[in-house]
């Protein structure tokens, strides 16, 4: 009787883990980029994904106060570790007020595309917060070997001010 009970249960077991092992994978993939952790859950037919990594990877901030209970997410803001364009890293921004109509921007820029470049070309271009563009400046990054960073300042005329966020656009690069 035991060996009856004891393959009943193992059959069971098989069943049940053949159902679950045979289920598709959920996939999570935000601009082009797999997200492997944490996964996505389905749950009665709904797709359950995490706030925090979606936000993120979208450039906004999320943040948590823990005696409201509130999440909030800001996407007025820019990513605390820079941006992403065609294998260069944009990073370390600072932008800062001056007097006589300018800002002074200051960033960090690494070749991460693999190869030598002899030139790249970005605009950077700022943005109120309708999304209208107040300003665009050309940015040349030089030479730069991969995996070497750059530092870059420039000076940007004051019709950035009050602008809301900005994003850098690819012009051109040269690869050596």
């Known amino acids: ?93 600072d932008i800062q007020d001056v007097e006589h109509g300018y800002h002074d921007v200051y960033l960090n820029v690494k070749n991460n595309t693999g190869k030598e470049v002899r030139s790249a070309y970005f605009n950077l271009v700022f943005y109120d917060k309708s999304g209208k563009v107040l300003a665009s400046e050309l940015i040349s990054t030089g030479e730069l070997k991969n995996g070497e960073t750059k530092f870059i300042d420039l000076m940007v005329e004051d019709k950035i001010a009050g602008y809301s966020s900005y994003k850098f656009h690819k012009d051109a690069i040269y690869f050596k």
Request: charged share 20%; net charge positive.
């Open 1 to 93: 009787m035991k060996k009856k009970v004891f393959a009943v249960l193992v059959i069971l077991t098989l069943t049940f883990t053949a159902g679950v092992m045979a289920a598709p994978q959920l996939k999570l993939i935000i601009n082009g980029t797999p997200v492997t952790s944490p996964a996505p859950k389905l749950i009665d037919g709904s797709t359950y994904v995490p706030l925090r990594v979606v936000s993120e990877m979208l450039g906004a901030e999320v943040g948590w106060d823990a005696k409201s209970y509130t999440v909030t997410v800001d996407s007025e803001k820019q990513p605390t570790d820079g941006q992403k364009v065609e294998g260069f890293h944009f990073h370390s921004i």
